[in-house]
């Protein structure tokens, strides 16, 4: 679970992630029939939606593979990668009203995955539960649905502060009537197989575990524009 919660550290000195685009999609996806109408997402997050290490971050980072998997399943979805490795609760809070406005049309809806820099970093709980309330505020304000990506603490930070921050992410997607998505898994960070050379951030075929274990809550999720 210390790696998992690893792989959420970007690089601090990495360069921030150019505007997002709509994610590539791999040939496989692009010709599977869709149907319906557009669904365009936004994913927000850190290092492991920016796809941080891998060779092809436009076809091979979660945002991108997630798109794949959906439309692979007939899902007309588009999903715009908004991933900057590093990030903590507080640079999310304060690039996110940019990064909607940035955006060519209103995202339909939005994946919010931050608060494991928070974790590694041992910054208060309060602290990561108040950004992650004002970036849930201003999505509610936006009329946007929220799919709220959950973490966890390891044990080794003690018992109080584990039971605080384990708290936030289900406290909030209750709160804010967000569906709750467990995103960190053991099934791939205590696999070093699923690992890049780092030990810390996942692998292609790391990222492709992790859209199968949170694809099908995705699409569950997704808005009906019909």
Request: a negative charge; hydrophobic letters at 45%.
């Amino acid at each position: 679970m210390v790696l998992a919660l690893a792989a959420l550290a970007g690089c601090s000195g990495e360069a921030p992630a150019p505007a997002p685009e709509a994610s590539g999609t791999p040939v496989a996806a692009a010709t599977a029939e869709v149907s319906g109408p557009e669904i365009r997402g936004l994913a927000f997050g850190d290092s492991l939606f920016a796809g941080y290490g891998l060779a092809d971050p436009a076809t091979q980072s979660y945002p991108a593979r997630l798109e794949a998997a959906l439309r692979g399943a007939g899902r007309n979805v588009r999903i715009a990668n908004a991933g900057v490795s590093g990030d903590t609760t507080a640079a999310g809070r304060q690039r996110l009203a940019f990064t909607l406005d940035s955006q060519p049309e209103q995202p339909d809806f939005v994946i919010l995955e931050l608060g494991g820099n928070d974790l590694l970093r041992g910054l208060p709980p309060e602290q990561t539960r108040e950004n992650l309330s004002a970036m849930l505020d201003e999505l509610k304000t936006r009329g946007i649905p929220v799919i709220l990506y959950g973490l966890q603490a390891p044990p080794n930070y003690g018992a109080e502060w584990q039971a605080k921050y384990d708290a936030i992410f289900p406290d909030l997607a209750k709160q804010y009537g967000a569906t709750l998505v467990p995103f960190v898994t053991e099934e791939v960070f205590a696999d070093p197989a699923m690992l890049q050379a780092d030990r810390i951030h996942p692998t292609d075929k790391g990222v492709a575990a992790l859209v199968d274990a949170t694809a099908e809550k995705v699409a569950g999720a997704l808005p009906d524009k019909t």
